[in-house]
């Protein structure tokens, strides 16, 4: 459930619910309603006495999470949201062979889900549960593809893109470019949330510029061996970012730096990517720590 604002609108909304049981990690349980959802803090209203207490979603059981990501969703806008999408997906020009695939598919599930949104508008979660789970899929598979320039050839090439977390290590890194012509640029944990909160910004700007068609350049900051910028161009037609890797490696195969530009479709399949790297990070950190309990 950490993907959900990887292509829909997640927002906080007061919700008249009924009363349900709680659960968290510990086992505790109380009988609240749920009142919004405000980025990773979920506002309850208790059923003894009406007072509002909060709770991180990290402390709540799986189900809970699950239950209060979906409800806190506005699915009207949402739908909207997937309309515009699907006739943008369908005038895009894409130059990798990735990006077509992968934007054919988008259209085909986000239609699913439009017709059946349609046809029972009262009934939206478990089509929105299986698009979403598709949506997931297809970013999963897909690979990061980012565009350079070639003086050589006079146009833009494809430079894969690589996110992985180090064997070694408790870093992790981008690997630009494909042999000899790559850059390793490695980025912390801590720098990695950073980076994860930058890409959810960047979403907002891409949304904000699209409506408002607006032209602007956006500095998104340093991560490690990562730099990223956003640009909005002809009235917030043509966007992207570019991300600048620097790699410590100068004196080996390596190229020490290298500029690249990343379109709105290969932004999202890297915060797919780096979310799940940082799930694999996670769940190697709690069992380091249940192994020195243990001890």
């Not at 292509?7 to 510990?26: C, F, H, N, Y």
């Not at 020009?93 to 239609?111: F, I, N």
Request: proline share 3%; charged share 30%; hydrophobic share 35%.
């Amino acid at each position: 459930m950490k993907y959900l604002c990887l292509l829909a609108l997640m927002i906080g909304v007061a919700l008249p619910a009924d009363a349900r049981t709680w659960t968290s990690k510990r086992g505790s349980t109380v009988d609240a309603d749920l009142v919004k959802v405000e980025g990773d803090t979920v506002h309850l209203r208790r059923a003894d006495n009406g007072k509002i207490v909060t709770i991180k979603k990290d402390q709540l059981s799986p189900a809970d999470v699950e239950f209060a990501s979906y409800a806190s969703l506005d699915f009207k806008e949402i739908r909207s949201q997937i309309a515009d999408q699907i006739a943008r997906l369908g005038r895009d020009t894409y130059q990798s062979r990735s990006d077509r695939s992968t934007a054919s598919e988008l259209l085909r599930v986000y239609g699913e889900w439009l017709k059946s949104y349609d046809k029972d508008p009262s009934a939206p979660v478990p089509a929105y549960k299986q698009c979403h789970q598709q949506v997931q899929e297809l970013f999963r598979r897909k690979q990061i593809v980012a565009y350079k320039y070639n003086e050589f050839l006079g146009t833009e090439t494809e430079v894969p893109v690589v996110f992985n977390l180090f064997t070694d290590s408790d870093n992790f890194y981008f690997k630009v470019g494909d042999g000899d012509f790559s850059t390793i640029a490695p980025i912390s944990a801590e720098k990695l949330l950073e980076l994860m909160n930058a890409i959810q910004k960047v979403q907002e700007w891409k949304q904000t510029c699209r409506t408002e068609r607006m032209d602007t350049r956006k500095d998104v900051g340093r991560f490690g061996g990562i730099s990223l910028e956003f640009v909005s161009r002809e009235k917030g037609e043509n966007i992207y970012v570019w991300m600048t890797a620097k790699g410590p490696w100068a004196k080996d195969r390596m190229i020490e730096e290298q500029k690249v530009r990343l379109t709105p479709l290969n932004i999202s399949a890297m915060y797919f990517h780096i979310g799940r790297a940082k799930d694999l990070y996670d769940a190697r950190e709690e069992q380091r720590k249940n192994a020195e309990k243990l001890k």
